[in-house]
């Protein structure tokens, strides 16, 4: 399985950005998808995520201003970025836990996308 993130870029503060991820490959079925992000000297962590159910799960500092949504026939996931802060400039990936066989499943990452917010 291979994810393929695109859409990061060099915005403003204030403005948005899309993000987009396709997952590609065989598998017997996707559980939860998500973003994460990773900025210079800190961890990795958890912007958003949906399940196949289209439960969501956000990070509290992007609550409000980043949504997460999902094509479960097309194997996508989508982040439209909100009211972006200087704070939310990272590398963010995408991930999704993928059934590669049918009784087991683990993580898969996407290749990261650089998201800039600067005036």
């Known amino acids: 399985v291979q994810l393929q993130a695109s859409g990061g870029g060099f915005v403003q503060p204030g403005g948005s950005l899309r993000l987009s991820c396709a997952a590609s490959?065989?598998?017997?079925?996707?559980?939860?998808m998500g973003w994460y992000r990773q900025a210079p000297g800190k961890q990795r962590e958890l912007v958003a995520s949906v399940t196949s159910s289209g439960s969501t799960v956000y990070a509290d500092s992007v609550k409000g201003r980043f949504t997460i949504s999902r094509d479960n026939a097309k194997n996508t996931v989508s982040l439209q970025m909100n009211s972006l802060k200087y704070e939310d400039t990272a590398v963010y990936y995408c991930n999704a836990d993928v059934l590669y066989i049918p009784w087991a499943a683990r993580d898969f990452w996407g290749q990261g996308t650089q998201v800039t917010v600067s005036s």
């Open positions: 490959g065989s598998h017997f079925g996707i559980n939860a």
